[in-house]
């Protein structure tokens, strides 16, 4: 049962906007960029919704590694693709951008694809994704990220946490929505850890010696000083629980991220210059839209991925669980548990926002505060 006190959407939403607009971050993109977060707390995923509010976009555009004005430079465009580059800036603004110019030339052309490069954290990729989902599209993305995942048979961090997620549109009242990192756990997974005073599950994180490490706030210092990995999707640093699998796709989003755009990679992206002053991030994304119309329809579409999840849930259960989901329903029951109740915020979230609220002297008070 959540013990959290919650603040309404209808507060934290402008909140972020005017604590954006402060940091010089325009109007119109604080809206972008508050709503990726919401939208990551509207569906469960806390470790990339409020928790990253300052540490990563706003302690970031103060240390000069996150541009709050976001320039973009379109360097390639043909019919059914585009390149971009975002200077920089915010790669959630970037990434709406080129989520909406895809989805335009796919309903021409029946396909788009684009990359994006010198970017920086996107927010959660599922939501790009979901953009093409709610047009009845499939959509797909990718990022490449600071280095935290160790290859099979590794111990050192070579590549990012890297998600690669599919949005597929259903005839029910949500998408089929697979949206996880290629590691076992990702990093924001850790610090959403060691905020709330708790341990990482041992097998996730490896050491260079190989053993197993656990203490959250820790492991977010050895990751830095690259003295720990992530152990990709499977486990590691062997093969015995096929870590490769998740280590090959950690790989193709790396790929996929860099080549498609032209940009960096691996130990490129960690922000962090060799004489140890912060840097930019310079990340890469890829993004695919697919029009069902190109193939055999929408509807047909939607109702052949409904039939197919409908299927996995009703078929037979293990002993002890009596239901089973698809991807994106339990995301979906998140947020019919808070579309009125708002987002839960720990006591570390609450300092945060009341320390901004002070420090910009804003009009808010919070829930939490009464």
């Given at each position: 049962?959540?013990?959290?006190?919650?603040?309404?959407?209808?507060?934290?939403?402008?909140?972020?906007?005017?604590?954006?607009?402060?940091y010089?971050?325009?109007?119109?993109?604080?809206?972008?960029c508050?709503?990726?977060?919401?939208?990551?707390?509207?569906?469960?995923?806390?470790?990339?919704?409020?928790?990253?509010f300052?540490?990563?976009?706003?302690?970031?555009?103060?240390?000069?590694?996150?541009?709050?004005?976001t320039?973009?430079?379109?360097?390639?465009?043909?019919p059914?693709?585009?390149?971009?580059?975002?200077?920089?800036?915010?790669?959630?603004?970037?990434?709406?951008?080129?989520?909406?110019?895809?989805?335009e030339?796919?309903?021409?052309?029946?396909?788009?694809?684009?990359a994006?490069?010198?970017?920086?954290?996107?927010?959660?990729a599922?939501?790009?994704?979901?953009?093409?989902?709610?047009?009845?599209?499939?959509?797909?993305?990718?990022?490449?990220?600071?280095?935290?995942?160790?290859?099979?048979?590794?111990?050192?961090?070579?590549?990012?946490?890297?998600?690669?997620?599919?949005?597929?549109?259903?005839?029910?009242?949500?998408?089929?929505?697979?949206?996880?990192?290629?590691?076992?756990?990702?990093?924001?997974?850790?610090?959403?850890?060691?905020?709330?005073?708790?341990?990482?599950?041992?097998?996730?994180?490896?050491?260079?010696?190989?053993?197993?490490?656990?203490?959250?706030?820790?492991?977010?210092?050895?990751?830095?000083?690259?003295t720990?990995?992530?152990?990709?999707?499977?486990?590691?640093?062997?093969?015995?629980?096929c870590?490769?699998?998740?280590?090959g796709?950690?790989?193709?989003?790396?790929?996929?991220?860099?080549?498609?755009?032209?940009?960096?990679?691996?130990?490129?992206?960690?922000?962090v210059?060799?004489?140890?002053?912060?840097?930019?991030?310079?990340?890469?994304?890829?993004f695919?839209?697919?029009?069902?119309?190109?193939?055999?329809?929408?509807?047909?579409?939607?109702?052949?991925?409904?039939?197919?999840?409908?299927?996995?849930?009703?078929?037979?259960?293990?002993?002890?669980?009596?239901?089973?989901y698809?991807?994106?329903?339990?995301?979906?029951?998140?947020?019919?548990?808070?579309?009125?109740?708002?987002?839960?915020?720990?006591?570390?979230?609450?300092?945060?926002?009341?320390?901004?609220?002070?420090?910009?002297?804003?009009p808010?008070?919070?829930?939490f505060?009464?």
């Amino acid at each position: 049962m959540e013990t959290r006190p919650y603040v309404p959407w209808d507060m934290i939403g402008p909140f972020m906007v005017d604590v954006f607009k402060a940091y010089g971050v325009p109007e119109e993109d604080a809206k972008i960029c508050a709503d990726v977060l919401m939208e990551s707390d509207r569906r469960g995923i806390e470790s990339h919704g409020c928790n990253r509010f300052k540490p990563i976009y706003l302690d970031r555009i103060d240390k000069g590694t996150l541009l709050p004005k976001t320039e973009i430079e379109i360097l390639k465009e043909t019919p059914t693709t585009v390149v971009m580059d975002a200077h920089d800036g915010m790669g959630m603004v970037a990434s709406h951008k080129m989520m909406e110019m895809l989805i335009e030339k796919a309903k021409t052309y029946g396909m788009a694809g684009g990359a994006i490069r010198n970017s920086t954290h996107y927010g959660i990729a599922g939501y790009w994704t979901n953009m093409a989902a709610k047009e009845g599209m499939v959509g797909i993305t990718g990022t490449n990220a600071r280095p935290s995942i160790a290859p099979t048979f590794g111990v050192e961090n070579m590549m990012g946490t890297n998600p690669l997620t599919f949005s597929l549109p259903t005839d029910e009242e949500f998408p089929f929505c697979i949206d996880c990192a290629t590691s076992i756990v990702q990093r924001g997974k850790i610090e959403y850890y060691a905020r709330s005073g708790k341990d990482t599950p041992a097998g996730m994180v490896v050491a260079h010696d190989g053993s197993t490490v656990t203490d959250s706030n820790e492991i977010l210092k050895m990751l830095v000083d690259g003295t720990a990995a992530l152990a990709p999707l499977g486990g590691g640093p062997g093969d015995e629980m096929c870590g490769y699998k998740g280590y090959g796709y950690a790989a193709v989003v790396e790929i996929l991220s860099a080549a498609l755009s032209g940009g960096q990679f691996m130990k490129a992206l960690t922000g962090v210059a060799e004489d140890g002053s912060p840097q930019m991030y310079h990340l890469g994304h890829f993004f695919f839209v697919v029009d069902p119309d190109a193939f055999m329809g929408k509807e047909t579409f939607k109702k052949i991925a409904g039939d197919i999840c409908r299927a996995l849930r009703a078929s037979e259960k293990a002993p002890g669980y009596d239901r089973i989901y698809t991807a994106g329903e339990k995301e979906y029951l998140a947020w019919l548990d808070r579309k009125d109740k708002g987002v839960p915020v720990g006591e570390a979230v609450q300092k945060e926002l009341v320390a901004l609220r002070d420090k910009l002297n804003l009009p808010y008070t919070f829930p939490f505060e009464k």
